[in-house]
């Protein structure tokens, strides 16, 4: 194993928007976007059934009935692709069992309706 710091996943090898200065911001984006093109095949599924419901979002629940499959295969993905900034966190609603849980949206929340 490589000491490395580059090839360690622990050091913001995801993809995201990183860096202080605007041009370091621009790189970012542009490689963020790099990334995005080449997602796998089940993060593709759930991005797009959570485009569907538009603005007001989904749960991972809902996306998960929709396709057909278990919650934890769609759950893990809501985070990745929140951090490859594709899926936005639109608040709290109650899941299946009762309690609150996030509801996410590929369309970016207004300032005063962020989670």
């Not at 593709?44 to 629940?61: F, H, M, V």
């Amino acid at each position: 194993m490589s000491n490395n710091s580059e090839t360690h996943y622990g050091r913001g090898t995801e993809a995201g928007h990183k860096g202080n200065s605007p041009e370091a911001r621009q790189n970012s984006r542009e490689a963020a976007e790099g990334v995005s093109s080449a997602l796998g095949r089940r993060h593709r599924q759930c991005l797009g059934a959570w485009a569907i419901y538009g603005p007001s979002g989904a749960t991972p629940e809902q996306v998960a009935a929709d396709l057909e499959l278990p919650v934890h295969v769609v759950r893990p993905r809501a985070g990745e692709l929140v951090k490859r900034v594709l899926l936005y966190e639109v608040g709290k609603r109650p899941g299946l069992l009762g309690c609150n849980v996030m509801a996410y949206s590929t369309t970016k929340p207004s300032q005063g309706e962020a989670a």
